[in-house]
């Protein structure tokens, strides 16, 4: 399993990001998949969710409304789109799958918001 994460940044408060999560290794189409977030001193937190049957999805508090959760298929990506970013939204951003009963993690991708 591989998870490649990339899109991040660095983004002035209201701007927005796109970060794309690639992956192989498993039948992407079969498998719910998260994106997670850990801040500087900070334990690392659920952003958001997608389903794999009907891509149904779930959000942290913190980001409903201006964070969107979203994958395809047939490209073995998942995307987070980040708009309206706040200074608090600063991060390294993680995507995360559970296969096989074990949590698999890319490296990450850095989004800085600031000004």
């Known amino acids: 399993v591989q998870l490649v994460e990339s899109g991040g940044g660095l983004v002035q408060p209201g701007g927005s990001l796109r970060l794309s999560c690639a992956a192989s290794g498993f039948t992407f189409s079969s498998y719910v998949m998260s994106w997670y977030r850990q801040a500087p001193g900070k334990v690392r937190e659920l952003v958001a969710t997608?389903?794999?049957?009907?891509?149904?999805?779930n959000y942290a508090d913190f980001v409903k409304g201006r964070f969107t959760i979203s994958r395809d298929n047939a490209k073995n990506t998942a995307y987070l789109q980040m708009n309206s970013l706040k200074p608090e939204d600063t991060a390294v951003y993680y995507c995360n799958v559970r296969f096989l009963i074990m949590d698999y993690w890319g490296k990450g991708t850095l989004v800085t918001v600031s000004s």
């Open positions: 997608i389903t794999s049957a009907d891509g149904s999805t």
